[in-house]
């Protein structure tokens, strides 16, 4: 068995003729406009060839770009975590990517999809209201071999039991190290000094958190996957704060102390890598970049990026606050059915506006207010330009790619993370 790396979460796994091709991102600007590969692509979606199967985790652009997709192989069957309502399902046929066949793979389903291939889906942390609604993760048995990639998936104790028990050792566990947000990058009531002193909290928190999941997996190497791109355009000097590190080779420390150095897998953008063998080829020790490196790198890429709100401007006639209310009448319906009511207020405003919309998340009510007036109570503010505000309310946008993107400015008092709160903004929109 061979793994040809690309970059973030797009690797693609050979064995025995057969090829799979897993969360294929190869195009720049995704994100409307903002996410760039980082490190540095060194193949790109000319080099992937002939496919027998694509493996898409969810519906995220990283993972799953349609400007990457529209240029593989068609005679590929895609695979896909079975759930209701299925995103990425709907977005295959919606484009009339014309792939050979989708298979919807229920969770915790083993199924053998030719001698000797065996592949199975695990849902992520229940507890986490968003990856539970897009997330998967994967495991096959192939032949001799276990590969289990949680891509964005942050392993639970239920997922690894699952693995192991079911399993065994994996030969292979491809985990994430980190996670992409806009915290503390964008939350303008942090100074500088707080920010890094919160990205490197962050960035600490994560790499104990990989290894106790590599300690309780136990597999034979562990590679540090997803999570590698950077932020291009007028935001991209946010990227000194993200609490995501600048390449995988940031875990090795943390496997060092922990005395795991012989497992860490760090593949090349353009390498593979051996299992039988050990071997990468080609030959060459794996490239680390600076935050100084990145930046540097940016700068030379990236000055003539423009994201997609910043291309055009919406007309005073279009009814913001009417959005506003009607985007808020839809929430609360969702609230009042599932009887969800955080004890914050959203204040949703944009630097072309003379008031704020203040958004209880406890009532139905939507009210104006000048910038300056004392919000009481635990509040988040979301800072947007009009257009972005306008894109976000009309769907155009997800609020949580938005956040990703570092496109908004936030103010979160007290500061401490709710993620009702967060999961809530997500279905604000008409």
Known sequence: MELFNFGGATAILEHRGVRMLMDPWLDDGIFHGSWVHFPPLSAHVEDVGRLDYIYISHIHED??????????????????????????????????????????????????????????????????????????????????YVIFNANDCQPHPAMIEYVRSAYGRPDLAMLPYSGGSGYPSCYVNLSDEEKRAERDRIRSMRGEAFIETVKALDPKRVMPFADQYAIAGSRAALNEFVAHPTTPAAMRGPIERAGLTDRLLLVNSGQRFDFETGRYQPEAPYRNYTDEERQAWLDSVTANYRYDHEKFEFGSGVPLERLVRQARARLWDYQEANSIYPDWTLVLDSPEMAQVFLVPMGSAEVTSASREQTVEGHFLRIGAPRTLMIMMLLGHVSWNIADAALFLDYERVPNHYDPVVYFLVNLLRV
């Open 63 to 144: 993972h799953c770009s349609l400007g990457t997709l529209e240029r593989l192989d068609r005679n590929a069957v895609v695979l896909v975590m079975g759930r209701k309502p299925n995103f990425v399902v709907d977005f295959l046929i919606r484009n009339k990517l014309g792939f050979r066949d989708i298979c919807v793979i229920p969770p915790r389903s083993p199924m053998e999809l030719q001698p000797g291939l065996v592949v199975d889906m695990v849902e992520p942390d229940p507890s986490d209201a968003m990856a539970s609604a897009i997330d998967s993760a994967l495991v096959l048995r192939w032949d001799e």
